[in-house]
């Protein structure tokens, strides 16, 4: 048998022995593990090749990661190509965390470890004074276990409660009482550092943690030796350290101590959505819609959440989270689920009307800057209009709503709102070209659903609104159009 590579089913490289992907069939001692040639490697020289292998292939390495191809990505790579440890840096809701967990689809798909080993340590390199026992005594017979590379990821998010027995380890007084001395290196209970060994270690928001505490982990990044209660335990850990952190002037909890920075190979900075397509690919990728919400209002959102992160009137420091962007969609989404189970539409499709329900809802997930109280909604409906506006005028661009106007001015007046269904809102109007054109421009055909029709007029008539074209006449629950 022979160690070969090959891409998994999605698309990520995965290690085999014998043609075969899975643990089943594959070498079960170490003697069989040996006899096939394979030779133990690093994790960041795993992640290393196959990282090389994705790129040469031309495949994504970074599956669901959006908006950072031509930024943050690169910068990322170059630091695991050289095999550094990482600290990603940027404001909250930039999608840190789910970049570090995707690098656990550059490890190998499956690793050998020594079955019943507490480091999940490779059957031929054993690190801990009981695996080197068991690997002397039982030579090529020593047991081999397979671990999932979703098993090689440690995730801990930093609080003030952390200990240091709980990253790197400390006395185990039940192995005391079992008649161990407080010498003995196997009277130690590992912490989730040592336990990582030959995978990923993601600490978050890592200036939250102690300072005493990071020192802690000064010995794990230079010397990759572990120190419990006195006594130093020369074990070669092999992990990659990543961490994410919020600049420092916006926590003020607390900061990364400079020795601890020093061994950090690599900071990325991250940043948000950089266009308003790339904004709507995070809404689209993470919001669990429930009712339609079309493009054209989802470009809203995306106008919206990026006129928050110019306003002065937000706290800057803290940031306008991606997660405000998917919640005011879901929002929307819930909106419009509500109306037609009230009006009985099938099936439920948001229309602008929906959007009125995101201030208020989302208005506790933003930080504003003093002196703005009592006018947080007043500044959230102000840059929800600007969106709108702006997001009509780019679909609109070029066409004349004059004929919309002149209708509606005869007395067709329109009325809207979360009560009324799409059909209504359709008969109060008559049949006018110029509303096949505003429908086409927002990829709307006739045969499509009354809801999806009317959200295309709806956000022409409201359009015309902003632009003091016509009036609008808002009461509790209803919306009316008029001149």
């Known amino acids: 048998m022979s160690w070969s590579r090959s891409t998994s089913t999605d698309g990520r490289i995965v290690r085999s022995v014998g043609g075969v992907t899975g643990p089943e069939n594959l070498p079960r001692t170490a003697g069989e593990l040996?006899?096939?040639?394979?030779?133990?490697?690093?994790?960041?020289?795993?992640?290393?090749?196959?990282?090389?292998?994705?790129?040469?292939?031309?495949?994504?390495?970074?599956?669901?990661?959006?908006?950072f191809d031509r930024t943050v990505l690169p910068q990322l790579?170059?630091?695991?190509?050289?095999?550094?440890?990482?600290?990603?840096?940027?404001?909250?809701?930039?999608?840190?965390?789910?970049?570090?967990?995707?690098?656990?689809?550059?490890?190998?798909?499956?690793?050998?470890?020594?079955?019943?080993?507490e480091l999940g340590e490779h059957?031929?390199?054993?690190?801990?004074?009981?695996?080197?026992?068991?690997?002397?005594?039982?030579?090529?017979?020593?047991?081999?276990?397979?671990?999932?590379?979703?098993?090689?990821?440690?995730?801990?998010?930093?609080?003030?409660?952390?200990?240091?027995?709980?990253?790197?380890?400390?006395?185990?007084?039940?192995?005391?009482?079992?008649?161990?001395t407080l010498g003995d290196p196997e009277t130690i209970h590992f912490g989730l550092v040592p336990r990582s060994h030959r995978g990923i270690v993601a600490v978050n928001e890592l200036p939250d943690l102690a300072e005493r505490i990071q020192v802690a982990l000064l010995n794990?990044?230079?010397?990759?030796?572990?120190?419990?209660?006195?006594?130093?335990?020369?074990?070669?850990?092999?992990?990659?350290?990543?961490?994410?952190?919020?600049?420092?002037?916006?926590?003020?909890?607390?900061?990364?101590?400079?020795?601890?920075?020093?061994?950090?190979g690599a900071e990325?900075?991250?940043?948000?959505?950089?266009?308003?397509?790339?904004?709507?690919?995070?809404?689209?990728?993470?919001?669990?819609?429930?009712?339609?919400?079309?493009?054209?209002?989802?470009?809203?959102?995306?106008?919206?959440?990026?006129?928050?992160?110019?306003?002065?009137?937000?706290?800057?420091?803290?940031?306008?989270?991606?997660?405000?962007a998917v919640a005011a969609a879901e929002t929307v989404s819930a909106a419009a689920l509500r109306r037609a189970a009230l009006t009985g539409e099938d099936p439920p499709i948001a229309r602008p009307v929906d959007l009125d329900a995101v201030p208020a809802v989302l208005r506790g997930k933003?930080?504003?800057?003093?002196?703005?109280e009592g006018r947080e909604i007043e500044h959230l409906v102000h840059l929800l209009r600007r969106a709108?506006?702006?997001?009509?005028?780019?679909?609109?661009?070029?066409?004349?709503?004059?004929?919309?106007?002149?209708?509606?001015?005869d007395g067709h007046l329109v009325a809207t709102?979360?009560?009324?269904?799409?059909?209504?809102?359709?008969?109060?109007?008559?049949?006018?070209?110029?509303?096949?054109e505003v429908a086409a421009r927002l990829d709307v055909s006739p045969s499509d659903p009354p809801g999806r029709i009317a959200a295309a007029v709806e956000l022409a008539l409201e359009s015309l609104y902003l632009r003091r074209r016509l009036a609008k006449d808002s009461s509790e629950d209803t919306a009316v159009y008029g001149p």
């Open 77 to 117: 790579e170059r630091a695991l190509l050289a095999g550094h440890d990482v600290v990603l840096l940027g404001e909250r809701g930039q999608g840190k965390t789910r970049l570090l967990r995707t690098i656990v689809g550059l490890l190998d798909e499956w690793t050998p470890v020594i079955e019943g080993a």
């Open 268 to 324: 990325v900075v991250t940043h948000y959505p950089l266009t308003v397509a790339a904004e709507m690919d995070v809404i689209k990728q993470e919001a669990e819609l429930l009712a339609e919400v079309g493009d054209p209002l989802l470009e809203v959102l995306a106008r919206f959440v990026r006129n928050l992160r110019d306003s002065s009137a937000i706290d800057q420091r803290s940031g306008v989270s991606a997660r405000f």
């Open 417 to 436: 709102g979360e009560r009324v269904p799409a059909g209504e809102v359709l008969a109060a109007l008559p049949e006018l070209p110029v509303l096949h």
């Open 220 to 264: 794990v990044m230079e010397e990759r030796d572990i120190q419990v209660r006195g006594y130093t335990l020369r074990l070669p850990l092999d992990v990659l350290l990543v961490a994410t952190s919020n600049p420092e002037d916006y926590t003020n909890r607390g900061r990364i101590i400079t020795p601890l920075k020093d061994r950090f």
């Open 366 to 372: 933003l930080e504003f800057e003093s002196g703005e």
């Open 388 to 409: 709108v506006a702006e997001t009509a005028r780019d679909r609109f661009a070029g066409l004349d709503l004059e004929p919309l106007v002149d209708v509606v001015v």
């Open 34 to 67: 040996r006899a096939t040639g394979y030779a133990p490697r690093g994790v960041k020289t795993e992640i290393r090749e196959n990282l090389l292998a994705a790129l040469r292939a031309g495949r994504d390495p970074w599956p669901g990661i959006v908006g």
């Open 123 to 180: 059957p031929l390199d054993p690190i801990t004074p009981e695996s080197r026992r068991r690997a002397a005594e039982l030579g090529d017979e020593l047991p081999v276990a397979w671990r999932h590379r979703d098993e090689r990821y440690a995730e801990k998010l930093a609080t003030p409660d952390t200990s240091v027995g709980d990253l790197i380890g400390d006395v185990d007084p039940v192995k005391v009482a079992q008649g161990r």
